[in-house]
């Protein structure tokens, strides 16, 4: 095994010797499938495995163990499930699944090691199977970095043909035939014009025993997968009645409201708790964790009001001077002393560009970004008779659960999780912070539930952000124009450090991060000498996953210096990227597939108005996106954008849409308007007027085209947000003449 493959797979197998007896190969998706009794059943139903239940009414009642945060999962999650059951789509009940083992997620830690899926050395296989043996093994019930449907593809549609099998075996049983003469359809078994539903034949089959090696429907087969099916959790959301964190509502509950300290690692040093306990409705006023005023009333605008009526007094601590220019400054001294860790370093870039008469060279910079879902961070949690029940919108539900036992001091097996809607996930929820609050304020409240609710202020100043971040590139172009080396390097936080440390702190250590410089080391242009490294630079403020992590800085930094490339090599930045692509089929039918839609050099624009184009690959899914722009008052004003994306086999076509529209409405938010900055130790932008979102009136049109495949499915809910913002550069680029380098947008201001 050669050095880069021993860091990557001692970065996986951190936590000393966690997986000893317990194997490096991938969990199977029969060992998935999980007994009956793993999900308490739901009223009046029967269980034939961990994953599906059906009742006496008929309804099918699915386990979907991701957090449904506005990205169709759920139905997504079920359709696997309804599919290989023949079951009545208009019986599938979706059913938020309880915090187990068997829910885990084996698909999520696949993001965190630097081999691709199309990797069939003996190093990666090994870097994989240990990967999902470990997020299988650690019991993470994760939503986040696209898994969710990559990580059930197997395993649910195993727990419906299995169930379906069962069912056929007790009909087979009751009719004294053979399975061979049965089929199923809509929720029954069939043998010509008779038919038992399978609310009939339920009871019958969970006393068999599960069958092994159960063949899936072939795709022809499919009867919901690949087809537009109606989601499941819109008709409560537009009447009304879905229950986000925000909603929840139980007998006797109390509500709490806070104030951090402004700064990183401030402490509060003046407080008149008696004061607050003298306003209306308070029911008590203490200081957490030395740096945090709680307030819990019998409202919440109560306890907010006695906040704003007697505001606590903080000292800033060592990081009080912190401010963004000096952070600047850090990330530019690292790069000026520093080669970094090299994710890849292909031929010889350096010496190549030493020996080089012309070396082409750019600077990018990205600033920190705060996620601000709509929905305020929230978490209602209570405390009694020696049990923890919390009620939160988290995207980390089995580490919500064991954060909670360890503020509790409570065994895991006391603390129950429940998790309803999501307004909004981005990575912001992936944080257990107000969970761990909610917690601890509940054990003050003698055994009264207790909602806690942040503001929108404090969301926005105490966040764990996107990275700022500054690459440098270097590169020679041959006589071709095409580049022949290419050298960069990224500057900033360690993404994986940060967020290890703060959930699992066991597993922390400052090694090579992936996911920080993931995009910029797989490039799919074929180019000789290529070297991507990361400096790993803390800058003070907490850091971690924003929607699509690294390939949202390293999408922007990759195509913006390609199109400058192409721009000194004055060759069209389309054809340009088609002619490296040339060992590359997947990325170029992509890319082919959005110039053509866009009517890239086949449909004049309007005078005043350009095109740029972007590719690139994330989660499994490669995306290109073609923005059309032009220039008003001063400010881009994108019009239209075109995106293509290769995402595997697709389970729900509307849902990859709907998702392509959100991914690329977020990351043009934040290439217009997404900054979050720091001065005296304090983040400034305290609200939506600081960090606006992208209006009715902006938004572009966006059409959206799915390349067939027959793939394994790809994600989908994060690979349209790092193509945005270098399309809509590149198109500036194109108008100006000028190459957008530091985001948010300004334009005029860009440096040099």
């Not at 969990?27 to 009956?36: F, N």
């Not at 722009?629 to 995402?647: E, L």
């Amino acid at each position: 095994m050669k050095r880069r493959g021993f860091l990557i797979s001692a970065g996986v197998l951190a936590g000393g010797g966690l997986l000893v007896g317990v194997g490096l190969r991938p969990p199977t998706d029969q060992s998935r499938l999980g007994a009956p009794d793993a999900w308490p059943p739901q009223e009046g139903a029967v269980a034939l495995n961990a994953w599906v239940q059906i009742d006496a009414e008929g309804h099918v009642n699915v386990a979907l163990p991701r957090a449904e945060m506005g990205q169709g999962v759920h139905t997504a999650l079920a359709m696997l499930v309804a599919d290989e059951l023949d079951a009545d789509w208009a019986q599938v009940r979706a059913v938020s699944a309880p915090v187990r083992p068997v829910y885990a997620n084996a698909a999520l830690l696949l993001n965190v090691v630097p081999v691709g899926m199309d990797d069939e050395s003996a190093t990666a296989r090994f870097v994989r199977g240990a990967a999902q043996r470990l997020g299988y093994t650690l019991g993470l019930q994760v939503t986040g970095g696209s898994s969710s449907v990559r990580d059930a593809w197997g395993p649910m549609r195993l727990a419906g043909v299995t169930a379906r099998q069962l069912l056929l075996q007790a009909a087979a049983a009751r009719w004294k035939v053979a399975v061979s003469e049965l089929r199923t359809e809509g929720g029954a078994v069939l043998r010509g014009d008779q038919r038992l539903a399978y609310r009939e034949l339920v009871a019958e089959a969970a006393q068999l025993t599960p069958p092994q090696d159960v063949p899936l429907k072939k795709p022809e087969q499919w009867r919901f997968i690949g087809k537009p099916m109606p989601r499941v959790d819109l008709p409560a959301k537009v009447n009304g009645s879905a229950v986000f964190g925000i909603d929840i509502q139980q007998p006797g509950m109390v509500y709490a409201a806070l104030r951090q300290a402004p700064v990183v690692g401030g402490s509060l040093t003046q407080w008149d708790t008696a004061a607050v306990k003298a306003q209306r409705g308070v029911v008590d006023a203490f200081v957490l964790n030395g740096h945090t005023a709680v307030v819990v009333a019998d409202r919440w605008w109560r306890a907010e009001a006695a906040l704003k009526a007697h505001p606590p007094s903080f000292h800033g601590g060592p990081k009080s001077s912190m401010n963004t220019a000096d952070m600047r400054a850090t990330l530019h001294r690292a790069l000026d002393q520093k080669e970094g860790f090299a994710f890849r370093d292909q031929g010889d870039a350096r010496e190549a560009l030493a020996q080089a008469p012309n070396v082409l060279r750019a600077e990018y910079e990205v600033p920190f970004l705060a996620h601000a879902p709509l929905e305020p961070m929230n978490a209602t949690a209570q405390v009694k008779d020696g049990k923890v029940t919390i009620w939160a919108p988290t995207q980390v539900a089995s580490l919500a659960r064991w954060k909670a036992s360890q503020v509790a001091d409570v065994a895991m097996d006391a603390v129950e999780v429940h998790v309803p809607y999501l307004g909004g996930g981005f990575g912001r929820r992936l944080e257990t912070d107000v969970v761990e609050q909610a917690v601890a304020i509940a054990l003050r409240t003698q055994g009264k539930p207790v909602k806690l609710l942040w503001t929108r202020e404090e969301d926005f100043t105490h966040g764990v952000y996107r990275p700022m971040g500054i690459s440098r590139f270097e590169a020679v172009l041959g006589s071709d124009g095409k580049p022949s080396a290419w050298h960069h390097r990224l500057a900033g936080p360690s993404l994986g450090l940060d967020t290890t440390d703060r959930l699992l702190p066991g597993m922390a250590a400052d090694t090579p991060d992936k996911n920080h410089l993931e995009g910029a080391f797989e490039l799919p242009y074929a180019i000789p000498h290529l070297r991507a490294a990361q400096l790993r630079v803390p800058l003070g403020l907490p850091v971690g996953s924003w929607r699509s992590v690294g390939h949202s800085l390293n999408a922007y930094f990759t195509e913006c210096f390609l199109d400058e490339l192409a721009q000194a090599a004055k060759q069209d930045p389309f054809r340009y990227r088609d002619e490296l692509l040339a060992q590359a089929p997947k990325h170029r039918a992509v890319l082919r597939l959005a110039a053509e839609k866009a009517g890239w050099g086949t449909t004049p624009l309007p005078a005043g108005r350009a095109r740029g184009i972007a590719l690139h690959e994330s989660f499994g899914s490669v995306c290109a996106q073609v923005a059309e722009v032009s220039i008003v008052d001063g400010q881009p004003q994108v019009h239209r954008v075109v995106c293509a994306i290769d995402c595997g086999t697709v389970v729900n076509p509307d849902t990859v849409v709907a998702q392509m529209q959100s991914g690329i409405v977020f990351g043009l938010t934040a290439a217009l308007y997404g900054e979050i900055t720091v001065e005296g130790g304090a983040v400034q932008q305290r609200n939506f007027p600081q960090q606006p979102l992208l209006s009715m009136a902006e938004m572009p049109v966006i059409e959206v085209y799915i390349v067939p495949s027959a793939a394994p499915p790809g994600g989908v809910g994060e690979p349209a947000t790092p193509p945005i913002a270098p399309a809509v550069c590149n198109a500036l680029l194109a108008l100006t003449g000028q190459p957008v380098r530091r985001l948010p947008i300004r334009l005029g201001i860009q440096p040099g």
